[in-house]
């Protein structure tokens, strides 16, 4: 019977986290309208499905995303112009998001179930090294790989608590 409840409780913090990391960010992104006082981030400048669509696995940085528009627009680029390819592979940051958090919400859900809460740090520390160039790079990065974490991280945490004290004695 532990098995079931260990089972539930590994999907529920994996893949039951998503809708709640999508709220956590919609949430946020109606904070950061609110203190820009439309500021140029009303509806319908570029990037607004990135940032409005919290269930995306990537987000657009809106200065990187200018870029394109600003190019010349003949065939042959300035000397030392990024090439096209390059700026717009450049616009999507933390491409994968979505499998990642699936994976570290099981990994830290797993580790509280086990007793071996120490382990979570091992996640943290696994997935800000395989993101850093990326997070140091973009600070719209790193703010969306904060808020994401801690928001996985607590709901895995939430759920593995609830399960080992309700059903795993």
Not at 10 to 15: K, M, V
Not at 41 to 63: C, H, K
Not at 143 to 159: N, Q, Y
Request: aromatic share 6%; proline share 7%.
């Amino acid at each position: 019977m532990n098995a079931l409840w260990i089972t539930l409780a590994l999907l529920t913090a994996g893949f039951a986290g998503w809708p709640v990391t999508a709220w956590v960010f919609r949430l946020a992104r109606t904070i950061d309208d609110r203190t820009l006082d439309g500021r140029g981030d009303a509806p319908g400048t570029p990037g607004e499905d990135a940032a409005e669509d919290p269930s995306a696995d990537s987000t657009t940085d809106p200065e990187i995303q200018a870029a394109p528009e600003a190019a010349p627009a003949a065939p042959h680029a300035a000397p030392g112009a990024a090439p096209a390819a390059e700026t717009v592979s450049s616009v999507r940051i933390l491409r994968g998001g979505a499998i990642i958090g699936i994976l570290e919400r099981f990994a830290v859900c797993l580790a509280i179930l086990a007793g071996e809460p120490v382990s979570i740090a091992y996640v943290v520390a696994i997935k800000g090294l395989g993101r850093f160039a990326e997070l140091k790079a973009t600070p719209v990065a790193a703010e969306r790989f904060i808020i994401g974490t801690l928001t996985s991280m607590l709901w895995a945490a939430g759920v593995a608590a609830v399960a080992k004290v309700l059903f795993l004695g």
